[in-house]
């Protein structure tokens, strides 16, 4: 009727309702810090590459000095997420983590530019991707368990090494195996 996606938005709006009643505002600001970031980096990256891949692509914008733009923005961004608390960055890395086993177990498989086909070639890229996002959660489980002190609680540190390992088993698994297409 009115050509809005209503019912994802009404479904969103009560997941983030029930996000922002039970999740301390200190813990919802550091995530939209970080997300925010990192999200401001891939748009760094995707101008520097689009720019130099395919430049004469007709743009809507222009970016003066690339790649110094693109750098400068990456740079300024790290240099912000640095600052933020280890926890923070764990909570990045299974936000990533999940996020690739949503891709990598529906939305490769219902891709519509994709035809169907779940097995690509750039499937393995994001297995080997998804190996290096366990491999830091562990370092930074481990990390965070460093500033907080090993005498203190280390509940934080334990679901990060038994999320990361998980994952680690199984996309090392499908890693192996020879996917026919």
């Known amino acids: ?8 938005n009404f479904m969103f709006m009560i997941f983030v309702s029930a996000f922002a009643a039970f999740v301390p505002a200190r813990v919802v600001g550091e995530m939209t810090s970080i997300g925010t970031l990192f999200a401001f980096i891939l ?3 995707g101008v520097w590459v689009m720019r130099v891949k395919m430049p004469e692509l007709p743009r809507a914008f222009k970016t003066p000095l ?7 923005g990456i740079a300024v961004c790290l240099f912000m997420m640095v600052f933020l608390p280890m926890d923070t960055w764990i909570r990045l890395l299974v936000w990533m983590l999940i996020g690739m086993d949503i891709y990598l ?3 490769a498989k219902h891709s519509k530019l994709g035809n169907g086909t779940a097995h690509r070639p750039g499937m393995r890229i994001a297995r080997i991707v998804s190996l290096v996002l366990c491999v830091l959660l562990v370092v930074a489980g481990f ?3 460093v500033t907080v002190g090993f005498d203190t609680d280390k509940t934080l540190m334990y679901i990060s090494f038994i999320f ?12 192996g195996r020879k996917e026919n297409p």
């Open 1 to 8: 009727k009115t050509q809005t996606p209503a019912r994802s």
């Open 43 to 45: 748009v760094c990256v």
């Open 66 to 72: 690339v790649p110094l733009v693109p750098i400068l």
């Open 105 to 107: 177990w529906y939305g």
């Open 143 to 145: 990390l965070h368990q």
């Open 164 to 175: 990361a390992a998980v994952h680690f088993v199984v996309f090392a698994s499908k890693l």
